[in-house]
């Protein structure tokens, strides 16, 4: 069953991430500016799709111009979009310039148009009309304002012509790109929008379920620091959600610091990794010290960098962090393959799962340092992972369950023999005298009253004698299941000895225990015995009104020897007139 439950969650894992993938970028062509002029008269964005604004942009380097200042210039070039500053620029990472492009399109439509991120800084006008703007481009590093913001525009064409310019400047990004831009209609970009929210809404509210849920069960289980890990692990790959791709805080916090966004972003990648290995610890106990070892000098190191500098300086150290992560994950890797080829429970998964992360982060590297194109896949790569530990740590939270139920039966049972009269499966003296102690506490503080019986069979040893020491046995476990049929409830019976029993009867009167051990006494009487026998008891009965548990004993022992000295098969209590026998006045 486990197994087919395995291969259900995968492929819906593989399905649910097709489907994400497929919307995100389903339907968007790649056409090719040619010297700042993209013509799209021709293009039918209903059946064809949006474009990404791809191509050659006019680039004005080193100038921040407005629509209106253009008028006579001439570019310096032109900057292919997607591409990085480094290439484009002969390897300068730095600066500002004013970057244009003119759309030929019909004007009897809404346009809209997407900007994931633009460098550090931007400003976008259409047609002379300013749109947005993300952060406030700078000439230098102490006059930019950045700001992770995607920017949307909506406008229609003048005249056939769309007339896009837009300033950037960076100073802060170290592997600086700019991405493809998505143009089409109104309604197409507003889905785009609505998609992309939507998407990073999934994955933050699923796993802040899985978070609650696995804080709560370790707020139960406080030994299983597994279910604490993975909740910070969750946490992480929120933030990253709420700080990434649709930057969903920044639409809330439009004016939240560039500083603050960035060193989120690193801190979730940094110190995600020395997390994780300790959670894998909680699973697997033979994971290596080497590991763990390396993989905190790593989070702890680089967390510390992320804090104490700015983003400059620690995105500077990417590649080195990024070999030393490389190797740390080759030896994650080597370890779960091993697991798996020693058939340890749940390793295929837990190597599935990361494999998924392996692959998602891979891809983030190389869309961070420009070398792809792409949209950030970690934490959809995270929430697969999520899913997949979370079904490994509710079967393992299940078994643990099952176990202590198991060893709450086990120990119930070795508890219940421990209190149990071996022969005949009633309290043993221990337990009754630990019921009386209860019973007298209850008595002195809270005037609380009870009564015992003393029981004792008549002529037991002639029983011995005349059939036997295993009639004798039989004997006593019938007269110990004749006194319990006459119980209530809330009574205790318990063996006192060999041939004797004790009957404790809470919140009951003389009176009362009288009537209940006459007709205990009766039962035994008219019971038809094997060997046409003969078996009767005596009884005495005492409500307790002393302070010491001896003399409750005492006082009920006394009045058997009583019932026994007048004749036997008789119950005697403190009244005199209480007094019942077969046939005796």
């Avoid at 480094?86 to 759309?103: A, F």
């Avoid at 393959?337 to 891979?362: G, Q």
Wanted: glycine residues 6%; charged residues 25%.
């Amino acid at each position: 069953m486990k197994k087919v439950f395995v291969k259900v969650i995968v492929v819906f894992l593989i399905i649910t991430v097709g489907i994400m993938t497929f919307l995100d970028e389903e339907r968007i062509a790649n056409l090719k500016a040619h010297k700042g002029i993209l013509n799209l008269n021709q293009w039918n964005f209903e059946k064809q799709g949006i474009v990404n604004l791809d191509g050659q942009w006019e680039i004005y380097d080193n100038k921040l111009l407005e629509p209106k200042e253009l008028s006579g210039e001439k570019p310096d070039g032109y900057f292919n979009i997607p591409g990085s500053l480094k290439k484009e620029l002969n390897g300068r990472t730095t600066g500002y310039m004013t970057l244009r492009l003119k759309i030929y399109a019909k004007d009897e439509i809404v346009y809209g148009l997407r900007i994931s991120r633009l460098l550090s800084a931007s400003k976008v006008w259409v047609n002379g009309i300013l749109q947005g703007q993300a952060g406030k481009v700078g000439t230098s590093f102490q006059d930019e304002q950045a700001i992770y913001l995607p920017v949307y525009s909506y406008f229609p064409a003048e005249s056939g012509l769309i007339d896009i310019v837009i300033e950037v400047s960076n100073f802060r990004d170290v592997f600086p790109v700019i991405k493809s831009m998505e143009f089409g209609t109104k309604t197409q970009i507003m889905n785009r929008f609505l998609l992309s929210v939507f998407i990073d809404s999934i994955i933050i509210g699923a796993l802040l379920i899985i978070q609650l849920l696995f804080l709560f069960l370790y707020k139960r289980r406080r030994e299983n620091k597994a279910f604490l890990y993975f909740a910070i692990l969750c946490l992480f790959i929120q933030l990253r959600c709420l700080f990434l791709n649709e930057r969903i805080i920044v639409h809330v916090f439009p004016n939240m610091p560039y500083e603050l966004l960035s060193k989120t972003a690193a801190l979730t990648y940094y110190l995600w990794i020395p997390v994780y290995v300790i959670f894998l610890k909680e699973q697997f106990i033979s994971l290596s010290k080497k590991i763990i070892l390396v993989s905190s000098i790593f989070g702890v190191a680089f967390g510390i960098i992320c804090l104490i500098t700015n983003n400059v300086f620690y995105d500077r150290l990417a590649f080195s962090g990024e070999a030393i992560l490389f190797i740390i994950l080759l030896m994650i890797l080597r370890f779960l393959s091993e697991k798996v080829r020693l058939k340890e429970k749940n390793s295929l998964i837990s190597l599935i799962a990361y494999i998924i992360l392996i692959v998602t982060a891979f891809n983030d590297i190389l869309v961070s340092n420009g070398m792809i194109y792409r949209k950030y896949l970690f934490q959809i790569g995270m929430f697969m992972f999520a899913v997949l530990e979370t079904y490994i740590l509710s079967v393992k939270y299940s078994d643990e369950i099952n176990k202590s139920q198991e060893l709450e039966a086990k120990n119930r049972i070795i508890y219940e023999k421990s209190i149990r009269d071996s022969l005949t499966g009633v309290y043993n003296r221990n337990y009754i005298d630990k019921i009386i102690d209860d019973m007298m506490d209850n008595y002195l503080n809270n005037n609380k009253k009870f009564s015992v019986i003393m029981f004792d069979i008549d002529h037991f040893k002639s029983i011995n004698d005349s059939y036997g020491h295993l009639y004798g046995d039989k004997v006593i476990i019938k007269v110990a299941e004749l006194i319990k049929e006459n119980l209530r409830y809330m009574d205790y019976v318990g063996r006192y000895g060999g041939e004797e029993f004790i009957v404790i009867l809470s919140n009951t009167d003389v009176k009362k225990a009288f009537e209940i051990a006459d007709n205990i006494r009766h039962s035994i009487e008219d019971f038809v015995w094997e060997h046409k026998s003969k078996i009767t008891v005596s009884g005495g009965v005492y409500e307790n009104i002393s302070d010491k548990k001896t003399e409750v004993i005492e006082n009920a022992d006394k009045l058997l020897y009583l019932a026994k000295a007048r004749g036997r098969n008789q119950v005697c209590s403190p009244l005199i007139q209480d007094i019942a026998s077969s046939g005796k006045p």
